[in-house]
């Protein structure tokens, strides 16, 4: 069983950026496909970004593409949603995501979530 704890939400003036993390622990972290998703309020959860086992292969949503970068540490067993020129859009809940399979975009894909970092965008 996975576990995995977020942090690094907050407050943000639009333009700002923030720094999520997410610790994982009770598996072997290098195995798992890493990613994160956000879930605004009154909308589903959406695919933002991942960083695929073994290759590291990371890919985007187009709507965080160029201003959004994932990145992982397995010595540490963390990963990072490095989030910049931020927009009120991008206000949610941000969620770390653990998979088996490489490649994530649906929730279905997803076998181990955290609890959720709230991300707030101010115009």
């Known amino acids: 069983q996975v576990q995995l704890v977020e942090s690094g939400g907050g407050l943000v003036q639009a333009g700002g950026s923030l720094r999520l993390s997410c610790a994982a622990s009770?598996?072997?972290?290098?195995?798992?496909?890493m990613g994160w998703f956000r879930q605004a309020t009154n909308n589903e959860r959406e695919f933002v970004a991942a960083?695929?086992?073994?290759?590291?292969?990371?890919y985007y949503a187009d709507s965080v593409k160029g201003r959004f970068t994932i990145s992982r540490d397995n010595a540490k067993n963390t990963v990072y949603l490095q989030m910049n020129s931020l927009k009120p859009e991008d206000t949610a809940v941000y969620f770390c995501?653990?998979?088996?399979?490489?490649?994530?975009?649906?929730?279905?894909?997803?076998?181990?979530w955290g609890q959720g970092t709230q991300a707030t965008v101010s115009s």
């Open positions: 995501a653990a998979a088996y399979r490489r490649l994530i975009r649906e929730n279905h894909d997803v076998n181990y």
């Open positions: 009770g598996g072997t972290f290098s195995t798992y496909t």
């Open positions: 960083s695929a086992w073994s290759t590291g292969f990371t």
